[in-house]
C-alpha cells in the first residue's frame, strides 16, 4: 500500500518528463500526468506528451485520455486522479504526478471549491452564442450579469469567463460565491514530497526554441492540420494550445511558416513566466530543484523519510 506521492512541478521543457521516468524506474512509481495540455490525444507531439516508448517503460495515466472537442476542467482531472490513487492504494507503487500546470497541483493538494455541474446544454448554448466573439466582448456581458466574478478574472481569458458565465446561467449566482469551503484534497493521506524545478532563464529559452523546432520537425505541423479540420470551437483549450493558433493561420494562408513558429515560440516563453510566477505564489511548499542535480537530491530527500502527512498538515514536504 502505497503511503506517499511525489509532485515534480515546473516551467516547459525544464526536463520534467525525463526526470519522472527516472524516479519511476527507480522508486518502482507510477507517473500521473498533471498538465492541461497532455490530457488532450490529439496534440501528442505539440504538447510533447511521453512517447509511445516512453509510456510502456513505466506506468503511465490521464495521458491524451481526452478528446481535443471537450472542455476539460481542473474538477475534472481532481476527479480521474482520485480514481487513478484509488487504483494504486494496494499496489506498490508510488505515485508521481508530473506537470507544467500549477493549479492542478494546487487543487490535489488543497482542494478545490464544489461548483455545481453545469448541464450539457447550457454549456453548449453558452459556447455557441460565444462563438466569433472576442475575450473583451464576453467579459463585458460577464459584467453585466455577473460584475463580482468579472471583476477577478481578466477580459483577455476567455475560458475562464466562459466557465463564470456557464456557472452563472446554469445557478443564478455568481462563480465567486462557489469558491469558499472545498472539497477533501485528492492528495489527503498520502505523504508528498513536492519539487519545481527551475532551471537557467536563458537555457530555458533556448530548449524552448530548440524543441519548438524539433516538433515542427517531427510532425507538429500534421496534427495541428488535423485538428484545424475537425473545426472545432477556438475557445476551446485544445485550440488554444501554445502553438495551435499561430500553426493554423499558416494553414490558412494568414502568415508565413517562419512567423508562425516565432510566434508559437513567443508564447511558451511568455507561459513560462506565468509558471515560475504561480509556483512562487501558490505552490511555497514546493523545493525549488536545478533540474541538472534534481534526481539526486530528491532521492536524498526521501531516503530522509521527512515529508508530512496531509491529513495532519495543509502543506507538503
Not at 526536463?15 to 524516479?23: I, P
Not at 490529439?42 to 491524451?64: Q, V, Y
Not at 511555497?284 to 530543484?289: A, K
Request: net charge positive; glycine share 6%.
Amino acid at each position: 500500500m502505497h503511503k506517499r506521492a511525489i509532485l515534480i512541478a515546473g516551467p516547459t521543457a525544464s526536463g520534467k518528463t525525463a526526470l519522472a521516468l527516472q524516479l519511476a524506474k527507480e522508486i518502482n512509481g507510477a507517473i500521473i500526468n498533471a498538465d492541461a495540455m497532455q490530457v488532450y490525444r490529439d496534440l501528442r507531439i505539440l504538447t510533447a506528451r511521453p512517447t509511445l516508448e516512453e509510456e510502456n517503460s513505466s506506468p503511465h495515466s490521464l495521458f491524451g485520455h481526452v478528446d481535443a472537442s471537450e472542455n476539460y476542467s481542473v474538477g475534472r482531472w481532481i476527479i480521474d486522479l482520485s480514481d487513478i490513487l484509488h487504483k494504486l492504494k494496494d499496489t506498490t507503487k508510488t505515485p508521481i504526478l508530473v506537470g507544467g500546470t500549477g493549479l492542478y497541483f494546487k487543487s490535489a493538494l488543497l482542494g478545490i471549491s464544489e461548483i455545481p455541474q453545469v448541464p450539457e446544454a447550457i454549456r453548449h448554448e453558452i459556447r455557441r452564442q460565444a462563438v466569433g466573439k472576442d475575450a473583451k466582448k464576453l467579459h463585458e456581458e460577464l459584467t453585466r450579469l455577473d460584475p463580482l466574478t468579472a471583476e477577478k478574472l481578466k477580459p483577455s481569458d476567455p475560458q475562464r469567463i466562459l466557465r463564470a458565465l456557464e456557472v452563472f446561467i446554469a445557478t443564478g449566482k455568481p462563480l465567486v460565491s462557489y469558491q469558499g469551503p472545498r472539497a477533501r484534497p485528492a492528495l489527503e493521506g498520502l505523504s508528498c514530497a513536492a519539487f519545481f524545478l527551475s532551471p537557467d532563464r536563458d537555457q530555458l529559452r533556448k530548449r524552448i526554441d530548440h524543441r519548438f523546432d524539433e516538433m515542427i520537425a517531427e510532425g507538429a505541423l500534421d496534427e495541428v492540420k488535423a485538428l484545424e479540420g475537425r473545426r472545432l470551437d477556438p475557445s476551446l483549450p485544445c485550440m488554444r494550445a501554445h502553438g495551435v493558433p499561430h500553426l493554423i493561420a499558416y494553414l490558412n494562408a494568414k502568415s508565413s511558416l517562419a512567423e508562425s513558429i516565432e510566434r508559437g515560440k513567443g508564447d511558451t516563453r511568455r507561459y513560462t513566466k506565468r509558471q515560475f510566477t504561480f509556483a512562487r505564489h501558490q505552490l511555497q511548499q514546493f523545493n525549488w530543484l536545478e533540474p541538472e542535480t534534481a534526481f539526486e537530491a530528491i532521492l536524498m530527500r526521501l531516503s530522509s523519510n521527512n515529508a508530512v502527512y496531509l491529513n495532519e498538515s495543509s502543506s507538503c514536504d
